[in-house]
C-alpha cells in the first residue's frame, strides 16, 4: 500500500528518480531549483520506490527523509519480492538499481519519470524528463 500525505493535483502519476530528490534535499548548485520547481509543480503526483529512502540515507545521511518526501508530496511505493524479481529479468537500463525504478514504474503503470539520468531513454515505452 502506498502512503499518500495529500491528494493528488494531477490524475498521471509520475515516478521520480533518486537524482533529483537528492538536487533538491541539497539544494544542488547547478539541478536543485529545477529539481524544486518540478516537485513543487507536481506535488501529490509523484511516486518513488522505498528503495530510494534508503539511497538517500545513504547518500545524504538525512533520517528523516520519509517524512520529508511525504510533506512535498512523494509517495512511498514497497520494495517487493515481486518488483525485485521483474527487475532481475529486464535487460535496460544496465544498472539493477535502475532496473527496479523501472520495474516499480511498470508494476504500477507509470510511464514517466523525473530523472536525469539518460539511462532511462533506453527503455522503451518510458518518457524521461529533466
Do not use: C
Not at 30 to 56: K, N, P
Not at 98 to 119: C, K, Q, Y
Amino acid at each position: 500500500m502506498l502512503s499518500r500525505s495529500r491528494p493528488r493535483r494531477y490524475s498521471k502519476r509520475i515516478y521520480v528518480d533518486v537524482n533529483v530528490l537528492y538536487y533538491y534535499l541539497t539544494a544542488h548548485p547547478q539541478f536543485g531549483e529545477q529539481a524544486r520547481s518540478y516537485i513543487a509543480s507536481w506535488s501529490g503526483s509523484l511516486v518513488t520506490s522505498s528503495l530510494t529512502v534508503w539511497l538517500l540515507y545513504v547518500l545524504t545521511k538525512l533520517e528523516n527523509a520519509t517524512s520529508i518526501l511525504e510533506e512535498v508530496g512523494v509517495e512511498l511505493a514497497p520494495l517487493t519480492a515481486s518488483i525485485l524479481r521483474r527487475a532481475e529479468k529486464l535487460e535496460k537500463p544496465r544498472d539493477l538499481e535502475d532496473r527496479i525504478h523501472v520495474a516499480t514504474m511498470l508494476e504500477l503503470g507509470i510511464d514517466t519519470i523525473l530523472s536525469n539520468d539518460r539511462d532511462f531513454d533506453s527503455v522503451k515505452g518510458i518518457r524521461r524528463v529533466f
